[in-house]
């Protein structure tokens, strides 16, 4: 008997074995040994193996919902023009820039459009799981200032608040890879309620330097300051910028608070803004020529922040429990800060207004292009700079 005669003639054997009673496995076990040779147990372990599943072809299912050629392009598009948010925020910031992909791109056509705003977070993460790129982070330059420690109370429950105003501010040092010498800090204010963020660039970080760029976040808000909660570094824990906040004549004082030393999550919600509204714009390189400061303050005061306030969406931890080994956190839905702003009651109608108006005349992709082409004379100066360098040693 031939290899594939016996294996069809196994493969039938085994059925008939499996299936058949106490009595008719002992006739068919001992006709298969005197017929082969085999030993008793060999042939009882051989005929109790189970068959080798035949492959089947899967079945057809449901066909696809969405067309991936047509829509991956577009997608593609808004992802990178909006930072490459993740899918949560991506799909509710899609319908913000939808409207004016078409003066920059080709036109879509009313099936794609829908398709693109019905299209679920989990299938964007599916389609542009191929193209995400991975980042690294940099430094930490914050230093302690301990001289007000006492005067400046430690609060950690501002996450509660339900009103516009109470602020968290933090630093990000332009270093590279070495905190010595001279360079650039960016400064961002970020409203615990609705999300907007400010950002400035200061040349070190002297008390003198940072309230000036506060004055200048004071002026561009849309609300007034009401709490400015910090970290401990010593660029706010000085006797200036306390004097600034509590001793203010035409209006009323700003409840100036820190958060625990070495405690992040004090600052949770500045401290995300650091990553999406610094970092991914100016990344990790050596900032240390001082004309970079008006260059980078041209970029932060105006399209980046009409950018980021008017077509970022961003999620808010509404809870969080902590059951066994796991935490659960619960965020709302996905939207801008701008559109926290209009659902605030403590906001005028006048203020809503003009927001509103200026949001009109705003177009996200030429925000984006105009940000990229501010960027390319800032890092053609960092370049230089470390050319020179090179030269010098």
Known sequence: ????????????????????????????????????????KAAIRLLNKMPIPEFKPKKGGKPPTYDKSKLLSPLKKIWLASDQMCSKRLKKAIPLWLPYYENHYQKLSEKIMHDLEAISASTID??????????????????????????????TNQWNTKEVGYVEADTVAHCGDSLKGEFVWSLTLTDILTGWTENRATWNKGSAGVIEQ????????PFPILGFDCDNGSEFLNYHLLRYFTEREKSKPVQFTRSRPYKKNDNAHVEQKNWT?????????????????????????????????????????????????????????????????????????????????????????????????????????????????????
């Open 1 to 40: 008997m031939g290899q594939l005669s016996m294996e069809l003639y196994l493969k039938h054997l085994r059925i008939r074995y499996q299936r058949a009673n106490k009595k008719l496995k002992s006739q068919l076990l001992e006709k298969f040994c005197a017929d082969h040779g085999y030993h008793k």
């Open 126 to 155: 599916r389609m542009l799981k191929p193209i995400r790129v991975k980042y690294n982070k940099g430094l930490s330059g914050t230093k302690p200032g301990s001289i007000l420690k006492n005067q400046i109370p430690i609060k």
């Open 214 to 221: 506060i004055k200048d976040i004071e002026e561009s808000l």
């Open 277 to 393: 509204h610094v970092r991914q714009v100016f990344g990790y390189h050596r900032f240390d020529n001082s004309k970079l400061v008006a260059m980078m303050n041209n970029v932060y005061s105006k399209e980046l922040s009409q950018l980021t306030n008017f077509f970022y969406p961003s999620v808010k931890l509404l809870d969080k429990q902590r059951i066994k080994s796991k935490t659960i956190k619960i965020h709302d839905e996905p939207k801008t800060p701008y559109q926290r702003v209009m659902e605030a009651t403590s906001i005028s109608a006048e203020i809503k207004e003009k927001l509103t108006k200026q949001r009109d005349e705003l177009d996200p992709f030429k925000l984006k292009k105009a940000i990229e082409k501010k960027l390319k004379p800032i890092f053609a100066l960092i370049n230089l700079n470390s050319k020179q360098k090179r030269k010098a040693i």
